[in-house]
């Protein structure tokens, strides 16, 4: 293989590095109008009146519209697969405002400035209702978030909105209870994580127009393009038929850009007016009104026999979804089917879930996706079980973990054909030197230096239900171009599925010109979310080059006159062995382009009916100053098993990145609410994500499995990796302390107010 | 108000509105690398050099410009192009989004900092924000970067 597992350049790299205008704000028609919202400065709200008459006076302004301009078809901006399992709960501009910053009025401008003065100018009276912003509550509160009638959930996720449930799910295995009362240990405990936001340097941002055609199209950042293109249909009444979506660059997406978040409101205006519009969330605005994480309150009992051998985990979760249900329903499942499965020899397990709606921001998708939340709860329980065993935590994880081989009974049955979790563990204390760092020393000016573990997993995809698809063309003169559904948002996936198919057509990488997304012309893709790009999109990629080759084949047998059997293809020519006959490629190109009834052309879709979890092991070590509590990255190690690596450094950075952002979700990252509902540190002045001062070294080794059903043997990389930190950092902590937290983040404040609580 | 202002090389004289800023300033003279990531001066992305001097745009007003000289990546594409590599060798780029006003830091900091140490090279970086990477690969292709450079010398 001359490009799989290899550290190939991005092929979009140089562009980005010399600042090419290639993501949605520098591709903005000049003519656009300026599209600004009216958001709600309250969390429950009824708009009584609106009037906006004054405001259309500005000049400049071309349209405003307020919830009796929009259509009344309730809809979910959740980028999944239809039927969605997230409620259609949504309305472009409602009546019923729901969350501080929910859309009063669309104002459209020729300016920025008018768009902006006209916003002040719209009269709007409220009925303002009491909100109901404590999750923990919300389940038959008598304040309902969803009173309408026309609510819809398509799929049967146990959802009711008079009780304020997005969804709920009960999963058991064994006897719990019984298990429980024969373990000679058991910790119960329980935890919170909080809201966080992705964070993506690029705002939600789209824009819109009339082609030639006179159909919508929607050029946006977005991880779902035809996921979107069903949404917009959905939202605007129009069919499909009348809407292309285009896909850009992307400036990160983390999950955030697999909910419809932007593209609603300049496509109503374009519908309403014919003329192109253009939205850029502030940062602001991407922060209140974006698609956080899940806010999350889990409850964990887990037991052992003496020698630690864990029994029985317990999981009891309850979700935030905010005022809408995008990803509600689904982020659940993974909190319980992710982290129970990391522990092989349990006698029984049980995982119960309740997904409710209150006043604060809708959540949505956030890398991890509700995995990160459940593996944190599951490890730390596990590493207080550890501590009250007086076991070394990497121990009773070695003795614990799930192997290579098993039937996983909490993760849908799926086989476990690829587990290299134990070399991970091995490798990772090696690079750590856990064993002579365990737990902490203390160090001259009083600070603590400790060390924190952690095990985690994730899927590849979601089992039979993504669908990834390509088109793999052979042009004249014998180069080719990759039509990709998939999304590139940054990750890579434009390169590495470019590198698949190049080993697979034994060419040069410059031999492939790559093309995503266009829902006009790219082939069906559900998008890239769920870790599914490099496993499912990987393996069409591998199925349309066979094909491909399979149509090489014939064409240059026919060129030479030999029968197919008789041929071979080396990715230049196609020759009979032993003998001086053959047609190159090029030939082969230029032939299929002259008198042909077939062009040589091959597109396959895969979608697979597993979903086989990478694995790692993360380990932490801390500097821990005890008389302010504040916690310094020092050093963090991952020994990943992502399967065969598709590209050493994209695979490198993507672990070094999702790292960093658990490290912020653990010690920094938290959605704040005022007591009337709005979101207090809404910039990046207040909501601080890591710089890279905060962030210590990482280091990264791969420690591969090889995964039969993926492509060349691999499984995903991109959202296991945030799943460490949280629980790593906080056994650190302890380590260090002999603190237990439950609450994200922990901050200085807590840790030094909890020493001199220890010490009376 | 009226300012005359030499972007990459190149002189303009405009009617500006005296709230204009210089980001928007740039970006409408088509020096669309420059990016806006917050509203607050936190990220970084918006980094552009005034009379050679790193600076937010976001948070200068392009009247502040009169009678300046701006660089933006636009023109500095050989520089940008020659450390880009080495990011790109990284895969430190990853979206993309962050790394003008980062490249534009760095070039900045090759200038003012003789042999930095890590810390020195985290600490005049640390306003660049990134989201992507966690920046490990940023630190790589910089100090190699600055290696390559020292060796040439």
């Not at chain 1, 985990?313 to 509600?328: F, K, Q, R, T, V």
Request: aromatic share 6%; glycine share 8%; charged share 20%.
């Amino acid at each position: 293989m001359a490009y799989v597992n290899t550290r190939v350049r991005k092929k979009d790299a140089m562009a980005l590095v010399t600042g090419k205008p290639v993501y949605t704000g520098d591709l903005v028609p000049q003519n656009a109008l300026v599209v600004k919202l009216l958001r709600s400065p309250h969390a429950n709200a009824l708009v009584q009146e609106i009037d906006t008459s004054l405001a259309q006076k500005v000049p400049g302004v071309c349209c405003i519209l307020t919830y009796q301009d929009a259509p009344q078809s309730r809809f979910t901006t959740a980028g999944q697969t239809y039927p969605e399992p997230s409620p259609y709960d949504r309305l472009i501009l409602d009546r019923h405002l729901r969350c501080v910053g929910d859309p009063v009025a669309i104002v459209a401008a020729e300016t920025q400035a008018a768009a902006q003065k006209a916003l002040k100018l719209v009269k709007v009276k409220y009925q303002v209702l009491e909100p109901l912003l404590d999750f923990t509550k919300a389940k038959d509160h008598p304040i309902l978030v969803h009173p309408e009638e026309n609510f819809r959930s398509l799929c049967d996720v146990g959802t009711d909105p008079k009780r304020n449930l997005c969804s709920t799910e009960l999963f058991e295995m064994g006897d719990v209870e019984e298990a429980l009362s024969h373990c000679d240990v058991t910790v119960e405990r329980t935890f919170h994580t909080k809201a966080n936001n992705q964070a993506m340097m690029e705002t939600f941002r789209t824009f819109t127009y009339l082609d030639e055609y006179g159909r919508l199209t929607v050029v946006s950042s977005t991880q779902v393009p035809f996921h979107c293109r069903r949404i917009l249909s959905n939202a605007l009444e129009i069919p499909k038929s009348q809407i292309r979506v285009i896909k850009p660059r992307i400036g990160g997406g983390f999950g955030a850009k697999q909910s419809v978040v932007s593209e609603i409101f300049p496509a109503l205006v374009t519908m309403k007016t014919g003329r192109a519009a253009y939205i850029a969330y502030t940062r602001q605005e991407s922060m209140t009104n974006g698609s956080p994480r899940h806010e999350m309150q889990m409850t964990v009992r887990v037991g052992a026999d003496r020698d630690g051998n864990i029994q029985v985990i317990d999981l009891y979760a309850l979700s935030n979804a905010g005022a809408y249900g995008d990803h509600g329903p689904t982020t659940i499942g993974l909190v319980g089917h992710k982290a129970l499965s990391l522990y092989g020899k349990l006698q029984a397990a049980r995982f119960n879930s309740e997904v409710v709606y209150t006043n604060t921001m809708g959540a949505g998708a956030y890398r991890g996706y509700g995995a990160t939340q459940g593996i944190f709860a599951v490890e730390a329980a596990v590493n207080e079980l550890a501590a009250k065993l007086g076991m070394d935590p990497c121990a009773i994880r070695e003795r614990n973990m799930v192997c290579q081989g098993q039937t996983m009974p909490t993760y849908y049955g799926e086989p476990n054909n690829s587990c290299a979790l134990d070399r991970c563990m091995a490798r990772a204390k090696e690079m750590m030197d856990w064993e002579h760092k365990y737990p902490r020393r203390v160090l001259e000016n009083g600070h603590i230096r400790s060390v924190g573990v952690a095990m985690a997993m994730q899927g590849s995809g979601i089992s039979g239900v993504d669908i990834g698809s390509v088109e793999i063309r052979l042009n004249d003169d014998g180069f080719y171009t990759l039509l990709l559904g998939c999304t590139d948002m940054g990750t890579g996936c434009d390169t590495i599925l470019a590198q698949m198919a190049a080993d697979c057509l034994d060419c040069d990488l410059d031999q492939i010109a790559v093309r995503g997304v266009d829902t006009d012309q790219s082939p069906y893709d559900t998008g890239s979310y769920a870790s599914s790009t490099t496993y499912v999109t990987g393996m069409a990629v591998v199925k349309a080059c066979e094909k491909l080759r399979e149509k090489i084949l014939e064409t240059g047998a026919t060129l030479l006159n030999l029968p197919k059997e008789a041929v071979e293809f080396d990715g230049k020519r196609v020759f009979q062995p032993g003998i001086d006959r053959q047609v190159s490629l090029s030939e082969i190109g230029y032939a299929s382009y002259e008198g042909h009834s077939r062009c040589l052309s091959a597109s396959e879709s895969h979608s697979s009916p597993v979903s086989p979890p990478p694995f790692m092991v993360g380990m932490a070590e801390i500097d821990l100053d005890p008389d302010t509590g504040k916690v310094q990255m020092v050093d963090y190690v991952a020994a990943v098993d992502c399967g065969t690596v598709i590209n050493q450094n994209l695979a490198r950075v993507q672990t070094e990145g999702g790292i960093v952002q658990g490290i912020g979700m653990c010690l920094f990252e938290d959605i704040q609410y005022s007591p009337q509902g709005r979101m207090c540190n809404d910039s990046f002045l207040q909501y601080k994500i890591p710089s890279r001062m905060d962030v210590g070294k990482i280091r990264v080794a791969f420690e591969s499995s090889y995964e039969p059903t993926g492509p060349f043997g691999a499984k995903s990389i991109g959202e296991l990796v945030i799943n460490t930190p949280c629980p790593a950092i906080l056994n650190a902590i302890y380590n260090a302390t002999g603190l237990f937290f439950d609450t994200l983040p922990v901050r200085p404040q807590d840790i030094a107010l909890g020493l001199l609580e220890k010490q009376g | 108000m009226k300012i005359t202002v030499t972007v990459n090389g190149r002189r303009y004289t405009d009617e500006v509105a005296p709230d204009l800023m210089l980001l928007d300033y740039l970006r409408g003279k088509g020096c669309l690398s420059v990016k806006r990531g917050c509203e607050t001066s936190n990220c970084g992305l918006c980094t552009v050099h005034l009379d050679g001097k790193p600076i937010l745009s976001c948070s200068v007003l392009a009247v502040r410009a009169d009678g300046h000289v701006v660089t933006t990546l636009e023109g500095l594409q050989q520089e940008a192009a020659e450390f880009g590599a080495f990011l790109a060798d990284e895969g430190g780029e990853q979206c993309g989004f962050c790394s003008p006003g980062f490249v534009m830091n760095v070039l900045a900091m090759e200038r003012e900092l003789q042999n930095p140490t890590e810390e020195e090279i985290l600490e005049y970086l640390a306003g660049n924000l990134c989201r992507c990477t966690g920046y490990q690969s940023q630190m790589r292709a910089i100090q190699q970067y600055l290696a390559r450079k020292k060796e040439v010398e």
